[in-house]
């Protein structure tokens, strides 16, 4: 029978129903989450669709085992995404029979051997492609890579270092598409590596390695002997007693370089490598191929190479009895049933799993490529297949922490809401385990499980003392699971379940949106006009959990409220000095500590900071997390990274004042002699173009652009993606333009005079367009000054189409087109995403 499909409107309006209202929430449930085919074809009308197909889906697996639940039991757990939440690939791919992909969030990968060589290098290139196209974030470690400057045996004789493959693997990421979004992507290296700096500084240059997040692996001993101001010693092999490499470095200056970007970009991230490895269960059979390598592109799940973790949330403020009032509670006794089905369902999933990588060997056997194109793919998931079925590693974690505190009248980084959290995750953590001890009983352990290797990790002795029977238990039957909790980021998840996201505290309570109006109208508020003249309504947005508080306190969520009016409302409630950039943060960083404790993988948190917090500040909580037992860290600091929304919060005059102060001037009069540079490359009809896009602090500066390999064009290899554009002066003062990049085997090619390189007719345009660049213009506004120009020329018509191409790259993800209609529906809702235009109203996409 032929299944019934759904337009984008349909399910849309459905959805739209069923989240009460909430615009953002059914788009992205749409976009993201809703069946669909290669044709574009909908299967799914709503939310509660998808919840039967999981349910009826893991009701099939269940059904294998005794005491199986049913189809309805599972969807009850489901439904409103109340209680248990499959979280990304397992809501999508569950039941989904129009595509081949896993059900895994995250990868690590790893050769073991000479993985140092060319051929492994490129093999772990391959490899992560070819997981990125299943849907898989990957992660893997740098540490085995040779220094720059060490000998090898061949033309090079000197290796390059990390760098130039932290480059390549980057690239690797951004070119893969996952149903419209790029893969995503973990590289790690250990601090003890000679190339361990450049690693570090390596995303300070934008524009590079923009394809992947970045954290360095911190043992003790460097930690210790930062903090002590001692010398700290690099080698390689990093695990060498004999290196072939070795020096002594101030690890103090080090450590302030990797507080500085922290502080500056956002990155690195810190892992803390030793913590990692001392608590880590797995690890316990490191020497059964289960020792811990990377991490997943969030830092919460380490994993050892080729194996893999699903993750679900389980909704905390669902078991708040009465919440904002005085007589809420926490439902310990069903929050603890449900605990232990949620490790059930991750123990189906993974069955479920299985099951798609047998379709994936399958369709893999079916392609018609020889053996010795594909024959690496199969390999890589049989892999996968045999770590995943012998560990049965799940991902077990928890979203709306921060609104489970307001719903109990505590205050995120109190004293009293920390020690709520902490019984609350110790809870998981007991249940979970005896979860997957009740279905060892039933289903048979893990195949390694051995209760004497795991005897002194300091994780399972912690659940001993907690809970001495259930250890008994645990050694006499073994367990299901080799491990089984994570805290993992929950963003369109927190959307779907209207919740704050993860373990973080709520992000705003109240925020303003921006609607564009006609100022002609009726009752129209003009609250903001923009550099072209457009006129702006900003409107509140209240925090879904916030406005349930509003109602049970008798505010009324419709009225128009003042600035005034709202900062009295957030004092009064559960949110106040609660938010992301005003909690006491080394309380939070103390939290997450705590917290680890009972977390057997890792926790993915950020820490949120003003603009205006010191270098100091980013060292204090870095070292408090170190001390406090955390396996990792992040901070951002507002303002590092462009940001979302707007605050509600007002500036006051001294504010404002020291902003202008401290902002630098945004225009560069005189052009640096070097700029770094990004190559763009793109087809206008079946020409090929290339674009040079020179970069100042990140941000397009100038653009030369053309034909690629015809005959007055340009000769480049495919290989090159980037370089620098340095400006010269000949003996008679002529300026020109010189592309400089290094080709595969390390030297330095140039090709000369780009400005005379491409058709004369586009050089005063592309000097047009490279002269509003460098004053700061807006890019989506060049980018709209580019597609105005009236040009007779159909070459400069085609030259144009290209500069818009390439610009669009640098546009910020969310940015609206202003005044660009959608060629489908006609409104006015294009943002950029990606560089691809992308329609809010009916979700059409333009890439062109």
């Known amino acids: ?415 009293e809401a920390t020690e709520f959290s902490e019984k609350v995750h110790k809870t998981i953590a007991l249940e979970a385990y005896r979860s997957s001890v009740n279905m060892a009983k039933e289903r048979g352990a893990f195949e390694i499980y051995d209760a004497e290797r795991e005897k002194n990790n300091p994780f399972i002795n912690r659940l001993k003392e907690a809970d001495p029977e259930l250890y008994e238990e645990m050694k006499k039957y073994g367990r299901r699971n080799i491990a089984c909790l994570t805290i993992a980021p929950t963003g369109t998840t927190s959307l779907m379940t209207q919740t704050t996201s993860g373990i973080e505290p709520v992000f705003m309570p109240v925020y303003k949106r921006r609607r564009k109006v006609n100022p002609n109208d009726a009752n129209v508020h003009v609250d903001f006009v923009d550099e072209t003249g457009d006129a702006f309504e900003e409107y509140v947005v209240f925090h879904h959990k916030f406005l349930t508080w509003m109602k049970i306190n008798g505010y009324d969520p419709d009225k128009r409220y003042t600035q005034e009016e709202i900062d009295e409302l957030v004092a009064k409630s559960p949110y106040y000095r609660a938010t992301s950039n005003d909690v006491d943060w080394l309380m939070k960083v103390k939290m997450q500590g705590r917290i680890q404790k009972w977390v057997d993988h890792s926790i993915s948190v950020t820490i949120n900071l003003p603009n205006n917090v010191s270098e100091d500040l980013v060292n204090q909580l870095y070292v408090e997390a170190w001390r406090s037992g955390c396996k990792g860290c992040t901070v951002y600091r507002d303002g590092s990274r462009a940001g979302v929304l707007i605050s509600t919060k007002k500036k006051d005059k001294k504010e404002e004042e020291e902003e202008c102060r401290c902002k630098p001037p945004q225009v560069v009069e005189v052009r640096p002699k070097v700029l770094e540079a990004d190559v763009v490359r793109f087809q206008n009809n079946k020409e090929k173009w290339v674009a040079f896009v020179g970069l100042l602090d990140g941000r397009p500066y100038e653009i030369f652009t053309g034909l690629q390999d015809d005959e007055e064009g340009i000769v480049l290899p495919k290989s090159v993606t980037s370089g620098r554009i340095i400006k010269s002066y000949d003996e008679d003062g002529t300026k020109h333009y010189d592309f400089q990049f290094e080709n595969k085997r390390g030297y330095k090619m140039t090709i000369e005079g780009l400005s005379e390189k491409f058709n004369k007719e586009y050089w005063n345009y592309a000097k047009l367009i490279s002269g509003v660049l460098r004053w700061r213009m807006p890019i989506e506004q060049v980018i709209k000054l580019v597609g105005s120009l009236q040009l007779d020329s159909e070459n400069i018509n085609t030259w144009k189409n290209g500069v818009e191409r390439a610009l669009k790259k640098y546009v910020q993800d969310g940015t609206e087109a202003k005044g660009v209609k959608c060629p489908n529906c006609g409104h006015e809702t294009l943002v950029y995403q990606e560089g691809c235009l992308i329609c809010k109203t009916c979700g059409s996409s333009r890439c062109g």
């Open 1 to 415: 029978m032929e299944k019934k499909t759904y337009s984008y409107d349909e399910a849309y309006n459905a959805s739209l129903e069923y989240f009460k209202g909430d615009e953002l929430a059914a788009r992205v449930w749409v976009n993201k989450y809703a069946v669909k085919d290669s044709f574009g074809n909908i299967y799914e009308k709503s939310p509660e669709d998808m919840h039967w197909r999981i349910a009826n889906e893991v009701a099939r697996v269940e059904a294998k085992y005794p005491n199986a639940l049913s189809s309805q039991e599972l969807f009850d757990l489901l439904d409103h995404f109340k209680y248990i939440v499959p979280q990304g690939s397992p809501m999508t791919g569950i039941g989904n029979d129009y595509q081949i992909a896993s059900l895994s969030n995250c990868f690590v990968i790893g050769l073991d051997g000479s993985a140092d060589s060319y051929g492994a290098i490129i093999r772990i290139d391959e490899e992560q492609v070819q997981l990125m196209k299943r849907r898989g974030g990957v992660g893997h470690d740098l540490s085995h890579i040779r220094p720059k400057g060490s000998p090898v045996k061949n033309s090079a004789l000197t290796s390059t270092g990390l760098v130039p493959f932290m480059e390549r693997y980057s690239n690797s990421t951004r070119e893969v598409a996952q149903d419209g979004r790029r893969g995503a992507l973990m590289l790690s290296v250990s601090i003890k590596h000679p190339d361990s700096e450049s690693f570090i500084d390596a995303k300070m240059t934008e524009g590079k390695v923009t394809g992947a997040n970045v954290s360095v692996k911190l043992d003790d001993e460097f930690m210790q002997a930062a903090v002590e101001g001692k010398p700290y010693t690099q080698q390689y092999p990093i695990d060498s007693p004999n290196p072939m490499v070795s020096k002594e470095i101030d690890a103090s200056a080090l450590w302030k370089k990797i507080v500085h970007n922290a502080w500056k970009s956002a990155e690195p991230g810190v892992l803390f490598w030793d913590t990692i490895i001392r608590e880590s269960v797995p690890d316990c059979y490191a020497d059964l191929g289960f020792r811990t390598v990377s991490t997943n592109p969030c830092g919460e799940i380490p994993l050892c190479p080729y194996d893999s973790c699903r993750l679900l949330a389980i909704n905390l403020y669902s078991y708040v009895v009465n919440p904002f009032t005085p007589e809420a509670y926490f439902d310990f006794d069903l929050f603890k049933k449900h605990v232990a089905l949620a490790q059930r369902i991750m123990d189906d999933i993974i069955d479920l799993e299985l099951e798609k990588i047998e379709r994936i060997l399958e369709k893999i056997d079916s392609d018609p490529e020889s053996m010795e194109v594909k024959g690496s793919e199969r390999h890589l998931w049989e892999k996968i297949y045999h770590k995943s079925g012998l560990g049965r590693r799940t991902g077990v974690g928890i979203t709306a922490e921060g609104d489970m505190l307001a719903a109990m009248g505590l205050r995120y980084g109190t004293e």
